[in-house]
């Protein structure tokens, strides 16, 4: 049983460039979760996701960032115009749910901002 | 979700039991106890997770007090593999957001 994949693995961008960042969770899972971690910082939570529904986005920036959870295909993370505060290692996590709540991780994409 | 109180760090000799305390003293009814580690620089792993009993799976044991106000993971034998940052979080398990602290610093030694 596959992992939770993630890519890419490190993504560089130049300022003001737009970040896609994909995550497919494991087989049978429909929970999705998204974290970031800044250079010498803990993982802040940002946003929760099930199937074409955002749960909770209260760790969202307010501005330039959005995900989605399509019906079909992995969840995409997007940063718009990008800035080097924006550099940092993004996690995804998915979870069974169904009274099953352990997350279980990616092994991140690495944003750098140029 | 309730606080938790984790020591910045421990060492321990590889081979031997790590043991490492969380306090959760504000911790609700239907909070779970979950632990999760990150080796550098990698994704969070899974460990353990309980309510009230103690529980045991191929990686370690968790031990809870009976008033529930604390807790600690047990690595019955551990390797130098187990280096790593280890997070005590307090949650109700609904699929709510997890909220990382900054955890314990454990260091396995030869």
């Known amino acids: 049983n596959a992992g939770v994949m993630q890519n890419p693995r490190h993504l560089v961008r130049r300022r003001g460039q737009e970040a896609r960042l994909r995550c497919s969770p494991m087989k049978g899972h429909s929970h999705v979760y998204w974290y970031r971690q800044l250079p010498e910082e803990g993982l802040k939570f940002m946003v929760y996701l099930q199937k074409e529904n955002i749960i909770d986005e209260s760790g969202m920036p307010k501005e330039r960032f959005s995900a989605e959870f399509p019906k079909e295909g992995p969840s995409i993370l997007r940063i718009q115009q990008v800035v080097r505060g924006d550099s940092a290692a993004y996690f995804c996590a998915s979870s069974p749910g169904q009274e099953r709540y352990e997350q279980y991780f990616g092994p991140g994409t690495r944003l750098t901002v140029t | 979700d309730a606080k938790t109180t984790q020591p910045p760090s421990m060492d321990c000799a590889e081979g031997r039991a790590a043991n490492l305390p969380c306090n959760h003293s504000t911790i609700s009814g239907n909070e779970y106890v979950y632990w999760y580690r990150q080796i550098h620089s990698q994704g969070p792993q899974y460990i353990i997770h309980?309510?009230?009993n103690n529980e045991t799976n191929e990686m370690a044991s968790l031990i809870i007090t009976e008033d529930r106000k604390s807790s600690t993971l047990i690595l019955p034998h551990a390797t130098l593999r187990d280096t790593a940052v280890y997070y005590c979080i307090v949650d109700t398990g609904g699929g709510n957001k997890l909220t990382f602290g900054t955890g314990t610093q454990l260091k396995v030694e030869l």
């Open positions: 309980g309510l009230k």
